[in-house]
């Protein structure tokens, strides 16, 4: 098989004068939301599953995706304070100069089914981007429950596809973000997107093991996924936002029902991105990722194995979630700083 490979969009075309901003700081953290809230600094914590803490606060985030072991952290991201806050509707955001956290939340039922709300909610992050100080997206989180449920073309995830792509309209066609779509099994049927942004722009990266998954073919659905595999964000020291990535090389899914071996498949394409980006991979302590299960049976498999590869230094999230295909197992998504 043979695949198309992007070169105009691979970031060693990237000039460096464009790489202009503070990186981001992004961890893992046992501290408590509200003592975090109060340094001026903070941009985004991000809590995980049902007990998570509820913050009414744009710079809070609750996902509804159950973390796999008992006490898990809250995320944190950091940049030079002071971060202000921001609402409009069903939009909430915080941000400084350089960098904002976003997100909007929209009830399914309120637009008429996932597609709808969907399309909804990217027409709102497109005006939003318009009429920002920081427009140029750099990654997008995409949750929603029952991701896998309707068959063909009905299948939830496809028509959420369908209405990202009409919400996005002709936007962000050449730079589509890096991004994640997973599915919560909360039962509420909420779209929830949530986004960094920065004044300037990144540069996409394409990961030559696959096709750009903007040109998946039909047979995946109607609208193909508005997505970039990995986003070098416009950082003075190298950062890179990594999709969601799974055992798919050029657009198949590959080791159907047996994790271990789509786990192998998808550490190879994180491999094969980093070196198209021009980074040592490496998952050491300064990155930070999450690692989606769709069944419990892996949860020691998946652990094991990766901190057989990785170590104790690796800073690693593993959560219960849904792949977008059905038969896809293992997801992992993250950022790797150079
Ligand atoms: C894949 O490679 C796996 O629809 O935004 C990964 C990351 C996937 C993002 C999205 C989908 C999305 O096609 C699925």
Same mark, same amino acid.
């Given at each position: 098989?043979? !695949? ?10 990237? =000039? ?25 600094? *903070? ?5 995980? =599953? ?69 399309? +909804? ?29 309707? +068959? ?18 002709? #936007? ?21 997107? !949530? ?28 609208? @193909? ?21 799974? @055992?798919?090389?050029?657009? @198949? ?10 786990? @192998? ?14 980074? $040592? $991979? ?13 069944? #419990?049976? #892996?949860?020691?498999? *998946? ?17 219960? =979630? ?11 998504? =993250?950022?790797?700083?150079?």
């Amino acid at each position: 098989m043979e !695949y198309v490979v992007q070169p105009e969009l691979n970031v060693r075309n990237a =000039g460096s004068s464009t790489y202009v901003l503070e990186p981001m700081r992004m961890y893992y953290a046992q501290t408590s939301v509200e003592s975090l809230l109060t340094d001026s600094d *903070v941009l985004a914590v991000i809590g995980f =599953g049902a007990n998570a803490a509820r913050v009414d606060d744009p710079r809070c985030l609750r996902v509804g995706l159950e973390p796999v072991f008992k006490n898990a952290p809250v995320e944190v991201w950091r940049v030079r304070g002071p971060v202000r806050t921001h609402r409009d509707g069903p939009v909430a955001w915080s941000g400084n100069q350089d960098y904002a956290f976003g997100r909007i939340e929209l009830a399914e039922a309120d637009f008429g089914g996932v597609a709808a709300a969907a399309q +909804h909610a990217y027409e709102m992050l497109k005006s939003w981007c318009r009429s920002s100080a920081t427009p140029h997206l750099l990654r997008i989180w995409n949750y929603l429950d029952a991701i896998n449920l309707g +068959h063909g073309d009905d299948e939830r995830y496809r028509q959420f596809c369908s209405g990202r792509a009409a919400g996005m309209g002709s #936007d962000f066609v050449s730079t589509y973000p890096a991004a994640t779509a997973i599915g919560v099994r909360d039962g509420r049927r909420v779209v929830q997107i !949530y986004w960094l942004a920065a004044r300037a722009p990144g540069k996409p990266v394409e990961n030559p093991r696959q096709i750009s998954a903007w040109r998946y073919p039909r047979c995946y659905g109607p609208a @193909a996924p508005g997505f970039a595999r990995g986003m070098r964000a416009p950082t003075s020291s190298p950062q890179l936002f990594v999709s969601g990535t799974a @055992a798919v090389v050029g657009h @198949a899914s590959h080791h159907a029902n047996d994790c271990a071996a789509q786990l @192998a498949e998808t550490l190879a394409n994180l491999d094969s991105l980093m070196a198209a980006a021009q980074f $040592a $991979a490496q998952f050491g302590s300064e990155s930070l990722w999450k690692v989606y299960l769709r069944r #419990d049976a #892996d949860v020691r498999i *998946v652990e094991s194995s990766l901190r057989a590869r990785f170590g104790d230094e690796m800073s690693l999230l593993l959560l219960h =979630g849904d792949i977008c295909r059905a038969e896809l197992l293992v997801e992992i998504d =993250g950022v790797q700083n150079g």
